[in-house]
């Protein structure tokens, strides 16, 4: 008998085992709801930081190019250049072949021809359906699409690029480029870049809800900074290298994104500067349009 109390002692009773279970499931209920606020964060955080490298990686590749254009030149081909998109040119080959003066001697003459002459004494890598670059000693610049080149004499080259005359004004040591066309622009419609290379429009970043770009003049006397100066000409031409004193040293470029996590909608910026490459003895000071 004195055992079977003992056992009766030492047991639980039903009110003892319910008060365990209420606690047990109270303490199942607050790691329950812990773990789901730790996992709803993690799912925010993830997004977050999903759109700020998306955001650096698209930013580094359009950086990459913009620096390394032609002598720094901002052009209108295939786009206007302005503040929500941008045309530039990437050198191919090596050096620049020197034009030669036109035949009638006439610069009036000149410009309006479509067609030039330049030495090479190696057969050039310029042909038809290829992109060029003139620039002349006083910073004119003219891209135009290459007709044909043909061998004039010696190492004298022909080349032509109809419907589209040279423009600016011949000068000493006038030198023609070949380079890829290369255009940036948003498509606020369809929330996405479009990358312009090889005479095609590709889509290049997907849900960029903004593009922006500023462009940043510097006076090189005082070092003192003009946004968007008035004057600098976008959204009607190219933006010029001069305004003033004011020389243009970088672009400013804005991207925005945004993403869904457990339907909220998160939005992120992200903004780099681009250091413009400055050409020397041909620092380009205005591509102009040819006719």
Not at 22 to 35: D, N
Not at 89 to 101: E, I, Q, R, S
Not at 143 to 151: C, D, H, P
């Amino acid at each position: 008998m004195r055992k079977k109390g003992w056992m009766r002692k030492k047991g639980f009773t039903i009110l003892e085992l319910m008060v365990a279970l209420a606690v047990l499931s109270v303490v199942l209920f607050i790691a329950y709801g812990a773990i789901v606020n730790f996992m709803r964060a993690r799912s925010d955080q993830d997004t977050i930081v999903n759109l700020q490298q998306k955001l650096r990686r698209v930013l580094e590749v359009v950086t990459q190019d913009l620096r390394s254009n032609v002598l720094g030149a901002i052009s209108d081909e295939p786009y206007p250049s302005g503040n929500d998109q941008i045309s530039f040119a990437l050198l191919k080959g090596t050096a620049g072949y020197l034009v030669l003066p036109h035949d009638s001697g006439n610069n009036a003459s000149f410009k309006r021809a479509a067609e030039l002459k330049f030495i090479a004494n190696r057969t050039p890598t310029l042909q038809r359906g290829d992109y060029a670059l003139m620039v002349n000693q006083n910073g004119q610049a003219v891209i135009f699409k290459v007709t044909r080149v043909n061998r004039a004499s010696g190492p004298r080259w022909h080349l032509v690029h109809a419907g589209c005359g040279n423009t600016i004004d011949y000068t000493s040591n006038t030198l023609l480029f070949e380079v890829s066309v290369m255009g940036l622009r948003h498509d606020s419609g369809r929330q996405e870049l479009v990358l312009y290379e090889n005479g095609q429009e590709l889509p290049f970043a997907f849900d960029i809800s903004k593009f922006t770009i500023d462009y940043i003049y510097q006076d090189p006397t005082t070092n003192t900074e003009a946004v968007n100066p008035t004057g600098y000409n976008p959204p009607d031409s190219p933006p010029l290298k001069k305004v003033g004193s004011y020389e243009l040293r970088r672009l400013r470029l804005t991207l925005e994104a945004s993403a869904k996590s457990r339907g909220r909608t998160f939005k992120r910026r992200y903004v780099g500067l681009v250091d413009l490459p400055r050409g020397g003895q041909f620092n380009i000071s205005k591509v102009v349009k040819c006719q």
